[in-house]
T-cell receptor, first 112, second 115 residues
């Protein structure tokens, strides 16, 4: 399978701090990336996406950065809140494959 | 819109039993898919469909069948349940057949245990 992976399986941050979750991918033909949030007992929920022709994309309190040179993707969450505690997945689409490949996830814990 | 609806939410089966996991979406999405989620592993694709009447295998299709007789429904059938199929199963859908520019929307999963 595709080696979409994460540098750290767990991340703990203080409430109000910024969080950075990282993801590495290995296929240079990957052209589309998505970040999902999964809360306990729920399905993955779309957060933000980015195409390979972009380096950065911002949403509400979230920013995704894409570095194609080193095949690295990151999700930044500003002013992390307790409700942000969840597992975060990155997923990628490889051009021509037409299916998403998912990483194993990082568990984010927000400390009040 | 209800989004992607999966039933049942929980199920316990004995080895050798068969069952069907239901998935329905009310968003008129072309693409539908089934994943399984196991501890320490990413979501793995079982089967997918790019439209009514069209299905194809994903990464881990053995032991599962699917059909897509309507745009809305995409049931997953376990033919003869095995303990290795104990997992959480997610159904997902997206508007276009092409996966290169849009996210998939997920249901809340079916937690399946095979004894």
């Amino acid at each position: 399978g595709e080696s979409v992976g994460l540098h750290l399986p767990t991340l703990s941050v203080q409430e109000g701090d910024n969080s950075i979750i990282n993801c590495a991918y290995s296929n240079s033909a990957s052209d589309y990336f998505i970040w999902y949030k999964q809360e306990s007992g729920k399905g993955p929920q779309f957060i933000i996406d980015i195409r390979s022709n972009m380096d950065k994309r911002q949403g509400q309190r979230v920013t995704v950065l894409l570095n194609k040179t080193v095949k690295h993707l990151s999700l930044q969450i500003a002013a992390t809140q307790p409700g942000d505690s969840a597992v975060y997945f990155c997923a990628e689409n490889i051009a021509g494959a037409n299916n998403l490949f998912f990483g194993t996830g990082t568990r984010l814990t927000v400390i009040p | 819109n209800a989004g992607v609806t999966q039933t049942p939410k929980f199920q316990v089966l004995k080895t050798g039993q068969s069952m069907t996991l239901q998935c329905a979406q009310d968003m008129n999405h072309e693409y539908m898919s089934w994943y399984r989620q196991d501890p320490g592993m990413g979501l793995r694709l079982i089967h997918y469909s790019v439209g009514a009447g069209i299905t194809d295998q994903g990464e881990v299709p053995n032991g599962y069948n699917v059909s897509r007789s309507t745009t809305e429904d995409f049931p997953l059938r376990l033919l003869s349940a095995a303990p290795s199929q104990t997992s959480v199963y997610f159904c997902a859908s997206s508007y276009s057949r092409w996966q290169g520019n849009q996210p998939q929307h997920f249901g809340d999963g079916t937690r399946l245990s095979i004894l």
